[in-house]
Nanobody, 121 residues
Framework: QVQLVESGGGLVQAGGSLRLSCAAS????????MGWYRQASGNERELVAR???????NYADSVNGRFTISSDNAKKMVYLQMNSLKPEDTGVYYC???????????????WGQGTQVTVSS
């Protein structure tokens, strides 16, 4: 079984910054891609940013230029640096991963438990 644990959420004023971290553990041999999604109250979960093991990234238009995703493949961790935060960035941020187990089985769409980010105006 693969587990993802997020940390770094909290309350911040508009214009401020937060850094989220996510660590993968358990039966995971290699990470193929990791990403961050968020879900605001009453809304569907949406992609924020994603990074592959080769370093390719993609971002939601709403965060492009303000957020930066990075990863440490050796540590099986992904980070999200969030700058110039806006109230509309408020939501629960979930870590997501695809990878290979030590048994060489593909695992896809593993989710963390989420971390709350609240941006006050």
């Amino acid at each position: 079984q693969v587990q993802l644990v997020e940390s770094g959420g909290g309350l911040v004023q508009a214009g401020g910054s937060l850094r989220l971290s996510c660590a993968a553990s358990g039966n995971i041999f290699r990470i193929n891609a990791m990403g961050w999604y968020r879900q605001a109250s009453g809304n569907e979960r949406e992609l924020v940013a994603r990074i592959t093991s080769s370093g390719s990234t993609n971002y939601a238009d709403s965060v492009n230029g303000r957020f930066t995703i990075s990863s440490d493949n050796a540590k099986k961790m992904v980070y999200l640096q969030m700058n110039s935060l806006k109230p509309e960035d408020t939501g629960v941020y979930y870590c997501n991963a695809d990878g290979l187990t030590r048994d060489w089985d593909l695992v896809r769409n593993v989710w963390g438990q989420g971390t709350q980010v609240t941006v006050s105006s």
